[in-house]
């Protein structure tokens, strides 16, 4: 069973920056995807961003690119999601995933973190 932790939500001004963690404290990334999703209140859970860990190719959503940055520390095999001039519509719940394959479908992710609440304000 893989662990997730994210960590680094909280309530910012729109503009303003915060960078999430994702930690696996029982299992070492090795070649998996881990990705970032985020879902609000009655929707779906949608694709944020992605990154393949043994070569780092990330990949994001259009609403994001520009704007968020995927990466990972493999000394600490953390995977953060930097997130830059965010928006009000950015708030949301974001968890972070672990699958074999890196794909925007949360389907196919194995594992999941219990999530970090990010809110934006106008």
């Known amino acids: 069973q893989v662990q997730l932790v994210e960590s680094g939500g909280g309530l910012v001004e729109a503009g303003n920056s915060l960078t999430l963690s994702c930690v696996a404290s029982t299992h070492t990334f090795v070649r998996d995807a881990v990705a970032w999703f985020r879902q609000t209140p009655g929707k779906e859970r949608e694709f944020v961003a992605a990154i393949r860990w043994s070569d780092a190719t990330p990949h994001y959503d259009d609403s994001v690119k520009g704007r968020f940055t995927v990466s990972r520390d493999t000394a600490k095999n953390i995977v953060y999601l930097q997130m830059n001039a965010l928006k009000p519509e950015d708030t949301a719940v974001y968890y972070c995933?672990?699958?074999?394959?890196?794909?925007?479908?949360?389907?196919?992710?194995?594992?999941w973190g219990q999530g970090t609440q990010v809110t934006v304000s106008s």
């Open positions: 995933g672990v699958g074999r394959l890196l794909v925007t479908v949360p389907g196919m992710y194995d594992y």
